[in-house]
Nanobody, 119 residues
């Protein structure tokens, strides 16, 4: 079992920045593929960025060049640096960890951290 705890949410100021953190329990963090999602009320959960256990990153077009995902395996932590924030970035942001075997995978989720409209 892996527990994930997000932090770093706050108010969106257009053009501003926030850094989200997600700390994972246990000793398997370095083997996991990590990702950040967000969910706006009334909308589906949206994948934003992912980083493999080897450090390869991928982003959806809406956050490419504004958001940066990174990981620190020594701290069991994955980060999402968000620059150039827009009011439409308001949502609850969730951390995801996926551990895969040859025939299965298992997902773990955090409780989320709120990024709220400042207006």
């Amino acid at each position: 079992q892996v527990e994930l705890a997000e932090s770093g949410g706050g108010l969106v100021h257009p053009g501003g920045s926030l850094r989200l953190s997600c700390v994972a329990s246990g000793s398997l963090f370095s083997d996991g593929h990590m990702a950040w999602y967000r969910r706006d009320p009334g909308k589906q959960r949206e994948l934003l960025a992912a980083i493999t256990s080897g450090g390869t990153t991928n982003y959806v077009d809406s956050v490419q060049c504004r958001f940066t995902i990174s990981r620190d395996n020594a701290k069991n932590t994955v980060y999402l640096r968000m620059n150039g924030l827009k009011l439409e970035d308001t949502a609850v942001y969730y951390c995801n960890a996926r551990f895969s075997g040859s025939l299965y995978y298992k997902d773990f989720w955090g409780q989320g951290t709120q990024v709220a409209d400042s207006s």
